[in-house]
């Protein structure tokens, strides 16, 4: 018994203009320019947010990528001043010491962080959906 036949052409030439397009590269270069501005956007952030004393820290960030693997995009933003941790998270200190790059000694035994980094990271990824729709758009060109 048989249902009738299907004509699938018209999908099958719609799949193979998905595929070319797909082959070509467009899907992953719209993708990438939204990741670049994922971490442009990122590191302009996490250097706002920076508090500044003579500025070493604020000028020591530094983003890396976009890189694709797998079936991800990773943007990394490092600072690799020894003490950005520190300003961070907070530290101990011994009250009473002298300290002479400050001229004073000193009072409190413990220094709270000021959470730069991780305020930042909640600034940018509010701001996810804004940066990545751009390459998102390239799948909606794909389909037609």
Do not use: C
Not at 12 to 28: F, L, S
Not at 47 to 75: C, F, M, Q, Y
Not at 98 to 114: C, D
């Amino acid at each position: 018994m048989s249902l009738g036949e299907i004509d699938d052409a018209d999908f099958q030439a719609w799949a193979d203009r998905v595929k070319g397009r797909i082959k070509h590269g467009d899907i992953k270069r719209e993708l990438s320019k939204s990741s670049r501005n994922i971490g442009v956007q990122a590191l302009r952030t996490f250097k706002a947010n920076t508090p500044v004393d003579s500025g070493g820290l604020r000028r020591a960030w530094e983003v890396d990528g976009p890189s694709h693997s797998g079936g991800g995009w990773t943007i990394t933003l490092n600072n690799n001043m020894e003490y950005a941790s520190y300003v961070e998270k907070g530290h101990r200190q011994t009250p009473g010491r002298y300290v002479p790059a400050i001229g004073k000694r000193l009072k409190a035994s413990w220094v709270p962080g000021q959470w730069f980094m991780q305020r930042s990271l909640n600034q940018v990824n509010m701001q996810l959906p804004q940066l990545i729709t751009p390459g998102l758009w390239a799948f909606e060109k794909i389909l037609e």
